[in-house]
């Protein structure tokens, strides 16, 4: 039996389990696309159900909602081509899919590994699944709420200071907007990458104390290529996230291999 032919059957697994995944992110993103999200008052409380309406459907809801919350004071969002609003709500709905699939994703993605796992890296793999949706869903809320709001208005801020009336692009804001929501929601999984491996045996905690200073100038050098501007200023905003999550991946690290010791 050739090589191949061990590698096929593989490769078909692989195909079904990327399909799956696909299928799953491919149906939420119509979903927010042809339902709008209708309120309705049930004993007090403001509930939600969806109703066919593809003109204002959930993911314009949601572009709406990024206008009025992110976009600063005397910023006009516009389209200056015709599709660009049809095009940015593919965009927020597909990044919704995302998300929403995360645990379909790490499941078939896992279980497609799991025969070439030992037992001890596979236990690692299923104490991390939770706290990686967790945490990537932490970074997309702490970079929508508390980064993003302020570099639009900190880089808008120049043209104010200019008197002049700033036009952003639909495109240009929403693709401004899921950049940082996975960047941030990619980063975010730094202590988990750390655990992962370390507790697989792939290395140990003085690794990470040890090369402290490699990291460090790697997370700046990754916040200055996914800010948009030269200011310097912005470019923190990435940076000293990830450095926290570093030194708190590696105290993480340090302390269960203690717990491991003692035991």
């Given at each position: 039996m050739s090589e191949l032919d061990n590698i096929y059957p593989h490769l078909q697994d692989l195909r079904k389990r990327v399909l799956r995944c696909a299928l799953s992110i491919g149906v939420i993103t119509i979903f927010l696309l042809t339902f709008h999200a209708a309120e309705i008052d049930f004993l007090g409380t403001t509930l939600y159900y969806p109703t066919p309406q593809p003109l204002d459907n959930i993911a314009a809801q949601i572009t709406n909602s990024m206008r009025a919350e992110l976009v600063p004071d005397k910023v006009q969002l516009i389209q200056t081509a015709p599709g660009q609003a049809f095009f940015s709500q593919v965009y927020i709905a597909a990044l919704v899919g995302i998300v929403a699939s995360v645990p379909i994703i790490i499941r078939e993605f896992a279980t497609f590994l799991k025969p070439a796992l030992k037992e001890r890296e596979i236990n690692v793999g299923r104490t991390i699944t939770v706290p990686a949706i967790g945490l990537f869903i932490g970074g997309c809320i702490f970079s929508y709420t508390l980064v993003i709001p302020y570099i639009l208005d900190f880089?808008?801020?120049?043209?104010?200071?200019?008197?002049?009336?700033?036009?952003?692009?639909?495109?240009?804001?929403?693709?401004?907007?899921?950049?940082?929501?996975?960047?941030?929601?990619?980063?975010?999984?730094?202590?988990?990458?750390?655990?992962?491996?370390?507790?697989?045996?792939?290395?140990?905690?003085?690794?990470?104390?040890?090369?402290?200073?490699?990291?460090?100038?790697?997370?700046?050098?990754?916040?200055?290529?996914?800010?948009?501007?030269?200011?310097?200023?912005?470019?923190?905003?990435?940076?000293?996230?990830?450095?926290?999550?570093?030194?708190?991946?590696?105290?993480?690290?340090?302390?269960?291999?203690?717990?491991?010791?003692?035991?």
């Open positions: 880089l808008y801020k120049y043209g104010e200071s200019a008197g002049l009336v700033t036009f952003l692009n639909i495109m240009d804001f929403v693709s401004f907007v899921l950049q940082f929501l996975l960047a941030f929601g990619i980063s975010f999984q730094l202590p988990l990458a750390m655990y992962a491996i370390s507790m697989s045996g792939m290395t140990d905690s003085k690794f990470w104390r040890r090369n402290l200073r490699y990291a460090i100038v790697a997370i700046v050098i990754f916040g200055a290529v996914i800010t948009p501007d030269g200011s310097g200023v912005t470019m923190w905003f990435i940076a000293v996230p990830m450095l926290a999550l570093y030194l708190a991946g590696m105290l993480v690290v340090e302390r269960k291999e203690r717990q491991t010791v003692k035991t």
